[in-house]
Nanobody
């Protein structure tokens, strides 16, 4: 069972990036998938999550700081969850992780409810 996060890179403020979280050894569609991010000397924080209830178009959740700028969705055929990040700000700079939970978390940002974690992908927003 493995999660692979990819798509990070360097982008200018106001730009966009799309992160991908791909699963191997299990079906992402059966899990809630969350994106978390961490910067040095700060706690990891939840960014976006999509639950497995109701299939491919399950409930989505966003941290207040990214609402209206980020979007999360599944492509079950590709066993992948995407995080589209628009209108990026310097404060979005972080290592981004994807994580899988089953059943759907009772508390969306409770990391303890996410069982599998991918390695991080670095997003740098800078001019």
């Amino acid at each position: 069972v493995q999660l692979q996060a990819s798509g990070g890179g360097l982008v200018q403020p106001g730009g966009s990036l799309r992160l991908s979280c791909t699963g191997s050894g299990f079906t992402l569609g059966a899990y809630a998938i969350g994106w978390f991010r961490q910067v040095p000397r700060k706690e990891r924080e939840g960014v976006a999550s999509v639950y497995s209830a109701y299939g491919e178009y399950g409930p989505t959740f966003y941290a207040d700081v990214v609402k209206g700028r980020f979007a999360i969705w599944r492509d079950n055929a590709k066993n992948t969850v995407y995080l589209q990040m628009n209108s990026l700000k310097s404060e979005d700079t972080a290592v981004y992780f994807c994580a899988a939970a089953r059943p759907d978390p009772r508390l969306v940002w409770n990391e303890a409810e996410y069982t599998y974690w991918g390695q991080g992908t670095l997003v740098t927003v800078s001019s």
